[in-house]
């Protein structure tokens, strides 16, 4: 069967099932390029603080920008992508993206002397306009892949925000120490205007759209009232930002926290990232195959989700005590729960696109990201107090708790309205 696609300014096209394949390169590749900013730019975080000379709780305010921008934009994005489509909006976000970096990659940056309030605000604004990619890149995932495809479709979408981040994770530092920030910004422009444009040139709804089957426990009326006013879908999106605790705190200040605890350079911190990045983002793959092969693929990504959240606890909680210990177990259990801490965006996105439906599945992924990202923007911020007023310890440890936190709120069976 073939699905008939309408690209602007030309005769109608026919795209056959394959195309779905080429439609999750396209959004792999416009979470990637995101995510290689998202996450690089923290790992730089040494050389951020010395070339724009930062206080360390400065640092965690101006790290948190980024989060701050997606969270308060990720919604808003989805709302537009279930009104003008996905392509129209990431588009819109990876070209805007694209042009700031490239402005802060001339203007922005230590030689420029600029100030911590334009570097504040230039990273909310790429936090912002970034955020298009989370919803509508989803949405286009789950309007292409039918049931029994679709954990697997997204979760190798969710994917590439680890890998994508482990390229920025490996190149980033390396080019803040040998080039300087202008590179460190124009390279993920580059990135960014590139995903544009093989969007421009792949991306297309189909025609007519399919629709998504509701889990058999949610009754029709549900499926089609707005999952901003479900609990269940709320609790989901809760239980996700719990779990980012952990992958925000390994990802923002394990440079930081390697580099003055330990004395340990910056390879090592992005050593650290980097298996977590891409181990997280291998376990994405595994469990939403695995969760798409079970008889009930809905409760069984909401098993996979609160079993995650215990070991990525049980792993943090190893980080805690193993603080003060060698370098190399300390590392170890902060490579672990980072990966954990990266395993399960995949089902969850997974799961709560299909609790919405099609017609609301960007609105829904719009949540989640808000969600997240809002706990993003709170938890470079929180560690510092943490620090200023107990120890590394207290911050790991804080960590697992809110893994542990997500394992009751998140939904285990979705009850019928």
């Given at each position: 069967?073939?699905?008939?696609?309408?690209?602007?300014?030309?005769?109608?096209?026919?795209?056959?099932?394959?195309?779905?394949?080429?439609?999750?390169?396209?959004?792999?590749?416009?979470?990637?390029?995101?995510?290689?900013?998202?996450?690089?730019i923290p790992v730089t975080g040494v050389s951020m603080r010395a070339g724009y000379h930062l206080s360390t709780g400065s640092l965690g305010l101006v790290l948190a920008c980024l989060g701050l921008g997606v969270a308060v934009s990720d919604i808003v994005w989805g709302l537009l992508a279930d009104r003008f489509g996905d392509r129209r909006v990431l588009l819109t976000g990876l070209t805007s993206t694209g042009v700031l970096l490239g402005v802060m990659a001339t203007a922005v940056t230590p030689a420029d002397r600029a100030g911590t309030v334009l570097l504040a605000v230039c990273l909310t604004t790429a936090g912002v306009l970034g955020g298009s990619v989370n919803g509508?890149?989803?949405?286009?995932?789950?309007?292409?892949?039918?049931?029994?495809?679709?954990?697997?479709?997204?979760?190798?979408?969710?994917?590439?925000?680890?890998?994508?981040?482990?390229?920025?994770?490996?190149?980033?530092?390396?080019?803040?120490?040998?080039?300087?920030?202008?590179?460190?910004?124009?390279?993920?422009?580059?990135?960014?205007?590139?995903?544009?444009?093989?969007?421009?040139?792949?991306?297309?709804?189909?025609?007519?759209?399919?629709?998504?089957?509701?889990?058999?426990?949610?009754?029709?009326?549900?499926?089609?009232?707005?999952?901003?006013?479900?609990?269940?879908?709320?609790?989901?999106?809760?239980?996700?930002?719990?779990?980012?605790?952990?992958?925000?705190?390994?990802?923002?200040?394990?440079?930081?926290?390697?580099?003055?605890?330990?004395?340990?350079?910056?390879?090592?911190?992005?050593?650290?990232?980097?298996?977590?990045?891409?181990?997280?983002?291998?376990?994405?793959?595994?469990?939403?195959?695995?969760?798409?092969?079970?008889?009930?693929?809905?409760?069984?990504?909401?098993?996979?989700?609160?079993?995650?959240?215990?070991?990525?606890?049980?792993?943090?909680?190893?980080?805690?005590?193993?603080?003060?210990?060698?370098?190399?177990?300390?590392?170890?259990?902060?490579?672990?729960?980072?990966?954990?801490?990266?395993?399960?965006?995949?089902?969850?996105?997974?799961?709560?696109?299909?609790?919405?439906?099609?017609?609301?599945?960007?609105?829904?992924?719009?949540?989640?990201?808000?969600?997240?990202?809002?706990?993003?923007?709170?938890?470079?911020?929180?560690?510092?107090?943490?620090?200023?007023?107990?120890?590394?310890?207290?911050?790991?440890?804080?960590?697992?708790?809110?893994?542990?936190?997500?394992?009751?709120?998140?939904?285990?069976?979705?009850?019928?309205?």
């Amino acid at each position: 069967m073939v699905v008939p696609t309408v690209t602007a300014g030309a005769m109608p096209r026919r795209y056959g099932p394959r195309h779905r394949w080429v439609v999750l390169a396209v959004g792999v590749g416009a979470q990637g390029s995101f995510a290689a900013m998202f996450s690089g730019i923290p790992v730089t975080g040494v050389s951020m603080r010395a070339g724009y000379h930062l206080s360390t709780g400065s640092l965690g305010l101006v790290l948190a920008c980024l989060g701050l921008g997606v969270a308060v934009s990720d919604i808003v994005w989805g709302l537009l992508a279930d009104r003008f489509g996905d392509r129209r909006v990431l588009l819109t976000g990876l070209t805007s993206t694209g042009v700031l970096l490239g402005v802060m990659a001339t203007a922005v940056t230590p030689a420029d002397r600029a100030g911590t309030v334009l570097l504040a605000v230039c990273l909310t604004t790429a936090g912002v306009l970034g955020g298009s990619v989370n919803g509508a890149s989803g949405r286009a995932v789950m309007t292409w892949f039918g049931e029994g495809e679709r954990g697997f479709a997204m979760s190798v979408r969710q994917t590439a925000i680890p890998a994508g981040g482990a390229v920025g994770v490996a190149l980033l530092p390396w080019l803040a120490q040998a080039y300087g920030f202008r590179a460190v910004y124009a390279v993920p422009a580059a990135f960014c205007l590139l995903a544009a444009a093989a969007t421009w040139r792949w991306l297309h709804e189909p025609t007519p759209r399919p629709s998504i089957p509701p889990a058999p426990v949610v009754t029709e009326r549900a499926v089609e009232r707005s999952p901003l006013r479900r609990w269940d879908v709320w609790r989901l999106a809760l239980a996700g930002a719990l779990l980012t605790v952990p992958q925000f705190a390994v990802l923002t200040f394990t440079a930081i926290f390697l580099h003055d605890v330990k004395g340990a350079g910056a390879a090592l911190a992005g050593l650290t990232v980097l298996i977590a990045q891409l181990g997280g983002g291998a376990a994405r793959i595994w469990t939403g195959r695995r969760t798409d092969r079970a008889e009930d693929s809905g409760a069984a990504r909401r098993t996979c989700l609160r079993r995650i959240g215990v070991l990525a606890g049980i792993a943090m909680a190893g980080a805690a005590v193993l603080t003060d210990a060698p370098t190399p177990l300390t590392v170890t259990a902060l490579a672990l729960g980072g990966l954990l801490a990266n395993a399960w965006q995949g089902v969850a996105y997974t799961e709560i696109a299909e609790m919405a439906g099609a017609g609301r599945a960007g609105t829904a992924l719009g949540l989640i990201g808000t969600t997240l990202f809002a706990m993003g923007f709170l938890t470079p911020l929180l560690i510092p107090v943490v620090l200023a007023h107990a120890s590394w310890a207290a911050v790991w440890g804080l960590a697992a708790a809110a893994s542990l936190a997500a394992v009751p709120l998140a939904p285990a069976v979705l009850r019928a309205r």
